[in-house]
């Protein structure tokens, strides 16, 4: 597994990492825990060596599964984790005072079994906190050894840099793919100037891209999808000539369009086995150009929530 220093700061990763929230949150019932156990080490063991988590994931109970599964090769790995919403529970919104960071940041520790968090994130921009107090509030946390980088979730360029001048953010997570790119007007322009990483989530369109959704789908109690305008029916219909386009051009590398999605984020090298050519991504740059994306990434409420 390749590897990667994000940003300027020092914090090396795999390049693949584990986003481990869909195994208790967001996409309909919790796995078995054991099972999840399983499928982390698993990924430790070929060669993934950096795991997201959130306290609001479960909530909680995420945190709590990735620190017993990692717990046996702590030092082989990194873990991010998130703060920001109110007692943990994403419904009742943002959360960032500098007195809810540091109860946070202590229940994390314990949750995960271990003695430092690697990268802290902000999950969610709280417009009734300074950036400049968050920041700073996790800068003592990083003074105090509990937290060794700073990060921001979905996060705006302006709000970015007034962060930065407090404490250096190693890294910004945003969703990234190839239905989603608005970071690359604004973001990844501040990231590369300011020596920020960038860490994308939903490479794979939350699975839409795999082409393993279709309009005909149905998804179970508790799948945040059933409730996201990007997934309705009508959506998922007109979205298909996407994935039906890509899936043409993975055929003629022999590779899944899961891949081949991957392959295409230069994030994500990890599908390192499918190399595209200039002519590649040129077909891709087409067949985006001619398909516009049905439906809003979030519902209202979470759209809300972005830092714009």
Sequence with gaps: MQKRIL????????????????????YGPAMDRGEAIKLIRAAVDRGVAFFDTA?????????????????????QVAIATKFGFRDGQTQLGPDSRPERIRVVVDASLKR????????????????????????GTVKALIAAGKVKHFGLSEAG??????AHAVQPVAAVQSEYSLWW???ETKIFPTLEALGIGFVPFSPLGRGFLTGAIEATTQFGPGDARAINP?????????????VD????????KGATKAQLALAWLEENVGAAEVVLTAADLGQI????????????????AWQAMVDG
């Design 245 to 252: 386009r890509l899936g043409e051009i993975a055929a003629r």
């Design 112 to 135: 995960l079994r271990t003695d430092r968090i690697d990268l802290f994130y902000q999950h969610r921009v709280d417009k009734a906190v300074p950036i400049e107090d968050v920041a």
């Design 7 to 26: 940003g300027k700061s020092g914090l090396e990763v795999s390049a693949i990492g584990f986003g481990c929230m869909g195994l208790s949150f967001a």
């Design 181 to 183: 790119r608005e970071p």
């Design 55 to 75: 306290e609001c994931y479960g909530p909680f109970v995420n945190e709590e599964l990735v620190g017993e599964a990692l717990a046996p090769v702590r030092d």
């Design 157 to 162: 360029a302006a709000t970015i840099r007034r």
């Design 230 to 242: 990007r997934f309705t029916q009508e959506a998922r219909q007109a979205n298909q000539a996407l």
């Design 285 to 300: 740059e087409a067949a985006l150009a001619q398909i516009q994306v049905v439906g809003d990434r979030y519902p209202a």
